[in-house]
């Protein structure tokens, strides 16, 4: 369970913007003054932390000015009441910020944002000690990741089925050798016997629209006409 920490001097919209995290199943932790919400994140080391601009005593800029002078990296969300001026956006992001959202916010855009960061974490953690089975492709325009038996693009989900995504994830485990039809209705539907490869043209027609990034110069799923499906082996 991801631990997010809320610092913020709005009583309401904390205790509001807490009940709603934890309807998702997010641990929360809550601060209503940047001096407070600076020790507890120190302390109890959230996975993202939520951070207002404009408190009293020790406003949003101090905070994560300090909490990186002191090394720390954990991701920061600002949810402030400043706007969306890009300058405002600028200056947090320079600051030290990961991300910016102004008030008030829309809570499905919130959650998946820092769904999305949490993400990141988990890759990054993954990434140091090799153990990683989130693949990303064309610089995060396709992101293949194993642990949640989902595709991304840009952090963005597809939506791939069950079937979907296990059909791409065995193309890319192929990556550059061709599938026939009757390999992947064996291989990923597990029919032992000749099934209806008309199945496989449908699903992969299916999957391509979820994310391929253009529908005329397919990038992901290639054909090898009369033999099947394959996924590139030179995509970086």
Known sequence: MAKILIVDDEITLVNSTADMLRSFSFDVLTATSG???????????PDVIILDWMMPDYNGLQFIKDYRDNGYQTQVLFLTGKGDLSQYQVEALRAGADDYMSKPYDPTVLVER???????????????????????????????????????????????????????????????????????????????????????????????????????????????????????????
């Not at 293949?144 to 994830?169: K, P, W, Y």
Request: aromatic share 12%; net charge positive; hydrophobic share 30%.
């Open 35 to 45: 001096k407070a919400g600076f020790e507890i994140a120190v302390r109890e080391k």
């Open 114 to 236: 820092l769904r999305a960061m949490i993400r990141r974490n988990d890759y990054n953690k993954k990434r140091t000690t090799g153990e990683s089975n989130r693949h990303e492709y064309c610089e995060g325009e396709l992101i293949i990741d194993g642990d949640v038996m989902q595709a991304f693009n840009h952090d963005v989900s597809c939506d791939l089925t069950n079937r979907e995504f296990q059909l791409l994830q065995y193309l890319e485990t192929n990556k550059g050798r061709v599938c026939s039809r009757s390999e992947l209705l064996k291989q990923v539907w597990k029919f032992d016997f000749l099934g209806d490869e008309r199945t496989v043209d449908v699903t992969i027609k299916r999957t391509r629209q979820k994310i391929e990034p253009d529908q005329k110069n397919f990038k992901y799923i290639l054909t090898r006409r009369g033999f099947g499906y394959f996924f590139p082996s030179d995509l970086t």
